[in-house]
């Protein structure tokens, strides 16, 4: 019913900044909150920041000062800029949504989910 992609991952170096975006389609209209999460290989999913329906914002510790959540209603957009990249940012970011407007930093909570955008940074 509601479909998530999310673009913009390469591989860059150590310091370098970096735009992911996270297009939505279909029922667009029953999206609410949206969050950023990651994945390296052999880990758990990581929170990484999130948005709720009424703008109010949410950071994890390791990625605050350093990235920035965004939305863009009217082109169904999401984005996570993301500046001063470390070699431990790398991993499969992916895109959330759920229709309930508070954020969270559950993956659980999330009703949506893209197929995720590779991001690697080298030293």
């Known amino acids: 019913q509601v479909r998530l992609v999310e673009s913009g991952g390469t591989l860059v170096q150590a310091g370098d900044s970096l735009r992911l975006s996270c297009a939505a389609s279909g029922r667009t209209f029953s999206i609410s909150a949206m969050g950023w999460f990651r994945q390296a290989p052999g880990k758990e999913r990581e929170f990484v920041a999130a948005?709720?329906?009424?703008?109010?914002?949410l950071y994890a510790d390791s990625v605050k000062g350093r990235f920035t959540i965004s939305r863009d209603n009217a082109k169904n957009t999401a984005y996570l800029q993301m500046n001063s990249l470390k070699p431990e940012d790398t991993a499969l970011y992916y895109c959330?949504?759920?229709?309930?407007?508070?954020?969270?930093?559950?993956?659980?909570?999330?009703?949506?989910w893209g197929q995720g955008t590779q991001v690697t940074v080298s030293s």
């Open positions: 959330a949504a759920r229709e309930h407007w508070a954020y969270s930093d559950s993956p659980e909570r999330y009703d949506y």
């Open positions: 948005i709720s329906g009424t703008d109010s914002i």
